[in-house]
């Protein structure tokens, strides 16, 4: 029988996020020898990778890294999906988010086809990926990266359990007088989740759908005639206020709103990216 304890098993699944039963099968067949073990996993891991492709992978983290620039400030958020909260929250699995992000700053784009086959340390971000899918046995996938350049870039990240990594994450771009409200801004669309910035910049189609449909719900309840234009005005008011960012009852003070707070500062807001984990 191979020589080793419990606290070495326990080792190799921190270190791995591999099942218990994987970790002893493969420390029994390694006669214990840890750094054997580790291999065994791997290679065992690479031949399960198609065998992944079809599970869902939607735990994991965002990542975020925020740096000076020409322009001001350039703000890089990424997602990476696990199928496991076990091993969103194993270290090897933190360390790879920081390689990809590192990755994504460093290659000046949001595209993720583009970022996987960007080359680091010898070896693409999509063969990173792959090898540690192998050492941890889970499918894990670059879901989404946002970039966010302006003046002054604000940055939150949110753990939605203490025990995990952040699992929403924002970017705020301002100008310079907006940034005092930067972080609170920040705060509020982790918690609101608003679709767009400003009301200009929703799309006309979705404009005259929600009318469309604010009309036909009017007229369906029986409302008077002469009074569904103001109706239907108001429910798209309505619409603007729940998914427009500026219009927004601000998280702090819902007596005013997002737009209020931000021209308090003199300053204004000129971009916002969002994720939450698998949503």
């Known amino acids: 029988m191979a020589n080793f304890t419990a606290a070495d098993i326990k080792a190799l699944r921190e270190r791995t996020g591999a099942g218990m039963l994987d970790v002893k099968k493969a420390l029994d067949e390694a006669d214990g020898n840890a750094e054997k073990a580790l291999e065994i996993i791997r290679v065992k891991g690479l031949k399960g990778v198609s065998k992944r492709e079809g599970r869902s992978a939607s735990d994991g983290l965002v990542a975020a890294n925020i740096a000076d620039d020409a322009a001001g400030q350039t703000g890089v958020l990424i997602e990476l999906n696990s199928e496991t909260d076990f091993v969103a929250k194993n270290t090897t699995f933190v360390a790879l988010a920081e390689k990809v992000l590192a990755a994504a700053v460093a290659s000046g784009t949001d595209d993720v ?8 340390d010898g070896t693409t971000v999509a063969d990173s990926i792959t090898e540690t899918a192998a050492t941890l046995g889970e ?111 601000f998280a702090k003070d819902p007596k005013t709103t997002v737009g209020r707070i931000v021209s308090a500062t003199g300053g204004t807001v000129t971009a916002f990216a969002r994720f939450r984990v698998g949503a």
């Open 139 to 249: 499918k894990l996938v670059l879901r989404r990266v946002a970039r966010v350049s302006a003046p002054v870039v604000s940055v939150y990240l949110h753990k939605v359990n203490k025990d995990l990594p952040p699992q929403v994450g924002v970017l705020v771009g301002t100008d310079a007088a907006g940034a005092s409200a930067g972080k609170d801004v920040a705060m509020h669309i982790a918690a609101y989740s608003p679709t767009y910035l400003a009301r200009e910049d929703v799309p006309a189609e979705t404009v005259a759908d929600e009318r469309r449909i604010a009309e036909e719900t009017a007229r369906n309840e029986g409302k008077p005639e002469a009074a569904l234009i103001k109706i239907t005005e108001g429910r798209l008011n309505g619409f603007f206020k729940e998914n427009v960012l500026l219009e927004q009852a």
């Open 113 to 120: 086809a583009a970022i996987l086959a960007f080359a680091v």
